[in-house]
């Protein structure tokens, strides 16, 4: 009976070749399989714009409840999602094997995060976000605030619903067309660590805007968070280019905002549609990686002249160096093009640091002189900038001092000492040799001669 | 009155040098010559070294030291060559010579190991 144990063997073994044919991989940066936990199936109908936008660009979503006994991102030590939407505010804890750990363990490895919390938001939300760099508000029941930012609107007259509209200051994170609507948000609202400088406010609240109860009077004591303090979504990067976004409010992912009508008190422009959807789809294609995200190969250096690279260099050698850095369309790596990639040659401080100049196809390169000291030094690489992965590359080698026949032979400025010695008479050094060799020379004939003569 | 006195003492000084110096023998006047030669050579290198600074300073004593050497072998030549010193009447002058090439060569080799 092993001919059934043995299919059934290789069913099993087949079914999970197409898990790992269609995993996250170094050479297709985007995220493909995404865990969205809700809390509530209603969701996937009063969010249906923002799943099938996800989904038309090609991600699968599995959706589940919050609470789900068969929760599980990792089987066998392996991932099985790479990206998580955790759009479940009120969920006090996960089911299945899922807790605050296991999602930090998550984005440690590298993997992808959305987070949306909500006006009460458990402690679980709050925990994960508060271990991302983003702390919410400490009162439960506080909702962000604002009586000249809000949405004019019929329906909502205490000002909760605001339009918010100082985004961040990235092509790479929103898209190159400018999101022109204000963003409505109804939520509550973070803070952010000013030392922390992975964690960046995609949309800032403004400075009229308070983090309160709207039911219960004002205390006497200033709100804790006021002003462009608070940060309605914030989108942190990670070393390890994992990226989260942390949003105060599930109602901007929500149909219902995506189309609404959006106008900002004491303006006059009235916008038939919100800037939800854009700024939304924009994002998370920054957060699933299907923009900014580098790449550099081929990092290489030689001598001026040579082609290979050289175990070890001389002090004052000429040498050149190359990278190449591309970045990831979304389906295809294209050059990246850039002007401020630099290069350091570092040994405890950076002895040369050049601009490096690129042909546009994505390769940057530069040639210097190695400087006048010798030691082990690095070819450094450390590129950061705004909304992209940082590169943080380097390569070890020795830099040797001269040998003793690699100094100069005649020192110029010891010129007047040789015409002085030599004026005086010495004629000892072109000489030397041959007067020396013809001395033994002369020395072995005058004997041969002398001792076989008879 | 007393500088006057003092100049024309210092002519007469002078005047009486040059005569007794033109009375020496040829020989030792090219001597004389090769002396100034050397001397001058190192305080010309020594006026270098003092703009330039002392870089290849082993280069500066080898200099220096070759044009003082060899001034003062010329001096010990010039002594046993003078015809009027007493201590060396018997030695020939062309043995006196050969003495002068001979330490010539080894103060040169040493020069030029030295200079760099």
């Known amino acids: 009976m092993a001919a059934p144990k043995f299919a059934f063997l290789l069913l099993n073994l087949i079914s999970i070749l197409p898990l790992l044919v269609s995993s996250f991989s170094v050479d297709r940066p985007t995220d493909r399989r995404i865990l969205v936990l809700l809390d509530d199936l209603s969701l996937k109908s009063s969010h249906s714009l923002f799943f099938s936008s996800l989904k038309s660009r090609g991600f699968d979503l599995d959706f589940k409840l919050a609470d789900d006994p068969a929760i599980a991102v990792k089987r066998y030590g392996q991932y099985m999602y790479d990206g998580l939407i955790l759009l479940s505010p009120s969920t006090e804890r996960f089911g299945g094997s899922l807790d605050v750990e296991g999602v930090l363990d998550f984005v440690d490895s590298g993997h992808d995060l959305i987070v949306a919390a909500d006006a009460n938001a458990s402690d679980l939300i709050r925990n994960i976000a508060a271990e991302c760099g983003v702390d919410f508000d400490e009162d439960p029941s506080a909702v962000v605030v604002d009586h000249s930012s809000y949405a004019v609107?019929?329906?909502?007259?205490?000002?909760?619903l605001i339009a918010a509209d100082d985004f961040i200051q990235s092509d790479?994170?929103?898209?190159?067309?400018?999101?022109?609507?204000?963003v409505l948000f109804k939520g509550i609202g973070h803070s952010l660590n000013p030392a922390n400088s992975m964690v960046l406010k995609a949309l800032s609240a403004s400075p009229s805007s308070y983090s309160t109860n709207?039911?219960?009077?004002?205390?006497?004591?200033?709100?804790?968070?006021?002003?462009?303090?608070?940060?309605?979504?914030?989108?942190?990067?990670?070393?390890?280019?994992?990226?989260?976004?942390i949003s105060g409010s599930l109602d901007m992912f929500s149909n219902r905002l995506f189309r609404a009508?959006?106008?900002?008190?004491?303006?006059?422009?009235?916008?038939?549609?919100?800037?939800?959807?854009?700024?939304?789809?924009?994002?998370?294609?920054?957060?699933?990686?299907?923009?900014?995200?580098?790449?550099?190969v081929n990092l290489r250096h030689n001598k001026v002249g040579e082609s290979e690279e050289p175990s070890m260099y001389r002090i004052n050698d000429d040498l050149e160096f190359s990278v190449e850095i591309f970045e990831w369309s979304g389906?295809?790596?294209?050059?990246?093009?850039?002007?401020?990639?630099?290069?350091?040659?570092?040994?405890?401080?950076?002895?040369?640091?050049?601009?490096?100049?690129?042909?546009?196809?994505?390769?940057?390169?530069?040639?210097?002189?190695?400087?006048?000291?010798?030691?082990?030094?690095?070819?450094?690489?450390?590129?950061?900038?705004?909304?992209?992965?940082?590169?943080?590359?380097?390569?070890?080698?020795?830099?040797?001092?001269?040998?003793?026949?690699?100094?100069?032979?005649?020192?110029?400025?010891?010129?007047p000492y040789y015409g002085a010695?030599?004026?005086?008479?010495?004629?000892?050094?072109?000489?030397?040799?041959?007067?020396?060799?013809l001395q033994m020379a002369g020395f072995f004939i005058f004997s041969g001669v002398y001792l076989y003569n008879k | 009155m007393g500088r006057s006195a003092t100049t024309k003492d210092a002519h007469a000084l002078f005047h009486s040098l040059r005569s007794a110096y033109a009375a020496t023998p040829n020989n030792l006047k090219i001597i004389d010559l090769y002396i100034l030669f050397a001397v001058a050579t190192a305080v010309?290198?020594?006026?270098?070294?003092?703009?330039?600074?002392?870089?290849?300073?082993?280069?500066?004593?080898?200099?220096?030291?070759?044009?003082?050497?060899?001034?003062?072998?010329?001096?010990?030549?010039?002594?046993?060559?003078?015809?009027?010193?007493?201590?060396?009447?018997?030695?020939?002058?062309?043995?006196a010579f050969a003495d002068f090439v001979l330490c010539n060569l080894v103060l040169h080799l040493v020069i030029i190991n030295f200079l760099g």
């Open chain 1, 331 to 415: 389906s295809s790596w294209v050059p990246h093009v850039s002007k401020d990639v630099q290069v350091q040659f570092y040994m405890m401080s950076p002895y040369v640091l050049k601009t490096l100049s690129t042909n546009g196809k994505g390769l940057y390169h530069t040639s210097f002189k190695v400087p006048d000291v010798y030691g082990v030094f690095q070819f450094k690489v450390e590129y950061q900038k705004l909304g992209y992965t940082s590169l943080s590359l380097s390569k070890q080698i020795p830099v040797r001092p001269f040998k003793h026949n690699e100094y100069e032979r005649f020192i110029t400025t010891a010129f």
């Open chain 1, 172 to 182: 790479v994170i929103l898209g190159n067309k400018k999101i022109e609507a204000p």
């Open chain 1, 153 to 160: 609107s019929e329906t909502e007259g205490d000002h909760t």
């Open chain 1, 261 to 296: 009508g959006v106008q900002k008190s004491g303006s006059l422009n009235k916008y038939e549609k919100s800037g939800n959807e854009q700024f939304i789809t924009e994002l998370s294609k920054w957060i699933f990686h299907e923009r900014g995200h580098l790449k550099a």
């Open chain 2, 44 to 95: 010309i290198q020594v006026a270098y070294m003092a703009i330039v600074g002392s870089f290849p300073f082993n280069s500066f004593l080898s200099g220096v030291l070759s044009c003082v050497g060899t001034a003062v072998l010329a001096v010990s030549l010039r002594i046993q060559v003078n015809k009027d010193n007493k201590e060396f009447k018997d030695l020939p002058p062309e043995r």
């Open chain 1, 421 to 437: 010695s030599f004026s005086m008479g010495n004629y000892v050094d072109v000489s030397t040799k041959y007067m020396i060799e």
């Open chain 1, 214 to 245: 709207p039911s219960s009077k004002l205390s006497s004591q200033p709100p804790s968070l006021y002003g462009t303090a608070i940060s309605l979504v914030s989108v942190v990067q990670a070393r390890n280019a994992a990226r989260i976004m």
